[in-house]
């Protein structure tokens, strides 16, 4: 649009001596020089405008996304830990508590049992037991693990910080660079001509 106003000039304001007086000659062509430098204003703050568009999202975005994650990662964490930390403790427990005892029952002189029975049952109370070491040794290994892996999401909490902060220092640097550009503006207050 600009560009048209410069083009248009000549066949608005025609400058031949003959029809229009030399006073104001020159006006034309200062107006036309402060067009351009307003033309480049424009192009300037718009190509700042998509660097600034571009930075946040390749930097600040990226960071928030990355935040995202880790909180998704520790919910996934708690669903996989409930999932995974289901046992059977408190069965296998009664199950040996009443297998000890009907052992201790049956073993004594007066029982009346075979060798071979009485074999089966303390094998039983043996594997239950194994059984349950497993599983608290597994509930135990999952819980450790979750707790590693919470303490390292614990460091996350700077990212939020990190993000706001690139956030910040990007505007700063926007801001400047905008207000830069705009000083560079105030020079055509003076340079075109506002009456003959």
């Known amino acids: 649009m600009i560009n048209r106003f410069t083009g248009l000039d000549d066949a608005l304001y025609p400058h031949d001596d003959g029809i229009v007086g030399n006073s104001n000659k020159d006006d034309m062509a200062a107006i036309n020089d402060s067009l351009g430098t307003i033309g ?3 192009n300037k703050t718009s190509q700042a405008l998509v660097d600034d568009s571009f930075a946040i999202n390749t930097s600040t975005l ?3 996304k990355n935040y ?8 996934e964490l708690f669903e996989r830990s409930k999932k995974l930390s ?3 403790i408190a069965q296998l427990e009664a199950r040996i508590t009443e297998n000890e005892a009907k052992y201790a029952r049956l073993s004594t002189d007066d029982a009346d049992i075979k060798g071979s029975d009485l074999a089966k049952l303390r094998q039983a109370i043996i594997a239950d037991k194994q059984e ?3 599983q608290l040794n597994r509930d135990w290994l999952i819980k450790s693990c ?31 660079k905008m207000g830069s550009l ?11 001509p506002l009456n003959s």
């Open 182 to 192: 705009y000083d560079q503006m105030s020079g055509i207050i003076g340079d075109m």
């Open 62 to 64: 990226e960071k928030f």
């Open 132 to 134: 349950m070491f497993q």
């Open 68 to 75: 995202l994650d880790y909180l998704y990662s520790l919910q």
């Open 86 to 88: 289901t046992n059977t």
């Open 40 to 42: 480049e204003f424009f």
């Open 146 to 176: 979750c707790m590693d892996e919470y303490i390292m999401f614990q460091e996350t909490q700077y990212l939020v910080s990190e993000a706001w902060v690139d956030w910040c220092r990007g505007r700063t640097q926007h801001q400047a």
